[in-house]
């Protein structure tokens, strides 16, 4: 069968291999698994809406097929260890705005005294992601997710939900739409100088 190619077809540029990944923005999150690992809360999320709905869970299927020992890619923690004498307080007041973003994003639910963690799972809240880029073999460049902070839907619709950032491996910051800086060259990368090089 005959067929034409589009008519912007020299303007279109071809798909990277897998499906596109997320920039850092805030995202409608739900929580897809829960376990508690050295006093902290450990929170599995996944995008819940919008064009990378699912996107984690994807990958994840993908990369645990080659090796089962990876970590899901969206990774939260909130700390538990509320008897820690020099900071336990603070950590009380970071597990309530958590406490509180859930039951304020989720309909008619509600945290008891005595709770079991499951009851978070599927629970929806925004999260604020930021990557961090780490260079690899070949210019490659790998990028790792962060979650800064969870924020309601209240939240987010009164946009009061900060701007994410890209975070380089020595923790330098950039804007998501600024393009990445030009590596320096490496000793390795430049050439030698001979003696009757140098002008003195």
Known sequence: MKMTLPDDWENIDPAEDGRPKPPADA??????DVSVSNDRLRLNLDIASGDYAGFFAEDFAIRSARNPQVYWGLQ???????ADPARGHFYKRLFK??????EQTNQNFHVPRDYDTD???EKKLVAQ???VEKPGPEDRVYQNYRVAKEFSMK????GKVPESWIEDENGNRRKP???????????????????????F
């Open 76 to 82: 939260h923690s909130v700390p538990i260890n509320f």
């Open 97 to 102: 705005r958590f406490v509180n973003t859930l």
């Open 129 to 131: 992601v930021y990557i």
């Open 155 to 158: 939240a987010l619709a009164e």
């Open 27 to 32: 995202y409608i999150c739900r929580i897809v």
């Open 177 to 199: 739409n600024e393009p990445r800086p030009t590596p320096e060259p490496r000793n390795d990368d430049l050439e030698p100088v001979d003696d009757v090089d140098i002008p």
């Open 119 to 121: 009851m978070f799972k």
